[in-house]
C-alpha cells in the first residue's frame, strides 16, 4: 500500500445463506441469489456446496444451458469434470479455478469424480455487460500451481486469483467487470489492510472462523456474508482464531437484469429469444 490515507469500506449488510438444491439434486447454500439479497451488481448468485455424504452431490449438474454471464467454480476440496456441447472437456481438481464466460450461449456439465470423501468449493455468477452478452464462449481454467499467493506481513498469505495483492496479480484476465477474488487467510490476532477499487462492489465470506471487518470493527461470523460499503480498503482481522475469507469486488455494470433459470439478459424480450434459440438447438 501507498502512505496515503485509505477510507475503509464499513459492514453495509449481512446475510445467512439458504439451504438449496441444484442440478440433479446437488445440496447447497445459497448466499447470493436468495429473497435475502438478489445480487450484488455485478454478481448474481453465489453458492458454497460442502459435504462429506456422497448423496448429496453424486448426481452432479447434468447438461445445462447457460447465456449471458460468466460461471466461476472454485474448488476446496474433491474433484469435479467438466464438459460442453463444443467438445470441451477438463478435470477441475481442489484449488483450482474455472471462469467460463458463457456469452451467447453453452450447453454445459459439471459431475463429480469422487464416489466419496469430502466435495467443497464455491460457484460464484458474474453478469456480462449488453455489448458482451452475445459474445464467443471462452474457458479460463487455472490450476492450483498456477493461482500465486501472495505472503503479506504477519503471516497473512492471499491466493490470488482475480486482480491484484500485495504486488501479486491473479492469471484470470480480460473480464469486462474487472473482478478481483482472493481467498485470504489471517491467522489469529493478525490483521489486514487490502486496498480495493473504490468504484467497484464488494463483499466477504469468512468459510473458515470469524473475522472482524472495518475500523470499528465489525465481526462477521462465519458462515455469514458481508456487503460493505463506500471505501477504497478493506481491513480484516481475525481476534478470535486462524480465520480464510473469500473476498470478491467487481466493477458494477448499472444495466437492467432480466433472468430466468440459467439465462440473464436486458431485457424479458431477449429471455424469450434465448429460450427460442435454446429449444431449436441454437447453442
Given amino acids: 500500500m501507498d502512505g496515503s490515507a485509505k477510507i475503509l469500506r464499513p459492514v453495509a449488510r449481512r446475510v445467512s445463506g ?80 474455472q471462469w467460463m464466460t458463457a456469452g451467447r450461449g453453452i450447453l454445459h456439465s459439471e459431475m463429480p469424480e469422487q464416489e466419496n470423501g469430502l466435495m467443497w468449493g464455491f460457484q460464484l455468477w458474474v453478469n456480462l455487460p449488453a455489448k458482451d452478452k452475445m459474445t464467443a464462449p471462452r474457458y479460463q481454467e487455472i490450476p492450483p500451481a498456477e493461482i500465486p499467493t501472495a505472503s503479506l506481513p504477519g503471516g497473512v498469505s492471499i491466493k490470488v486469483i482475480a486482480g491484484e495483492a500485495g504486488g501479486v496479480h491473479g492469471p484470470i484476465n480480460g473480464i469486462a467487470t474487472e473482478p478481483v477474488m482472493l481467498d485470504i487467510a489471517v491467522p489469529a490476532d493478525g490483521a489486514i489492510t487490502l486496498p480495493l477499487p473504490a468504484t467497484h462492489a464488494v463483499f466477504l465470506y469468512p468459510f473458515q472462523g470469524d473475522i472482524a471487518v472495518g475500523e470499528s470493527p465489525d465481526r462477521v461470523a462465519h458462515g455469514t456474508l458481508a456487503v460493505l460499503g463506500a471505501g477504497d480498503a478493506v481491513k480484516i482481522a481475525a481476534p478470535g482464531g486462524d480465520a480464510r475469507v473469500l473476498l470478491v469486488a467487481g466493477r458494477p455494470l448499472n444495466e437492467p437484469i432480466a433472468r430466468y433459470g440459467p439465462f440473464v439478459m436486458n431485457t424479458p424480450q431477449e429471455i424469450r429469444q434465448a429460450a427460442m434459440d435454446f429449444q431449436a438447438g441454437r447453442f
Fill in 18 to 97: 439458504m439451504p438449496t438444491s441444484d442440478g440433479a439434486g446437488v445440496k447447497l447454500n445459497r448466499l447470493i441469489g436468495t429473497p435475502q439479497l438478489d445480487h450484488v451488481d455485478p454478481f448474481l448468485m453465489l453458492d458454497e456446496f460442502r459435504s462429506d455424504d456422497a448423496d448429496d452431490y453424486i448426481a452432479g449438474f447434468p447438461e445445462h444451458p447457460h447465456r449471458g454471464f460468466e460461471t466461476v467454480t472454485y474448488m476446496l476440496a474433491g474433484k469435479m469434470r467438466h464438459g460442453d456441447n463444443k467438445g470441451h472437456t477438463g478435470r477441475l481438481d481442489a484449488g483450482s479455478v
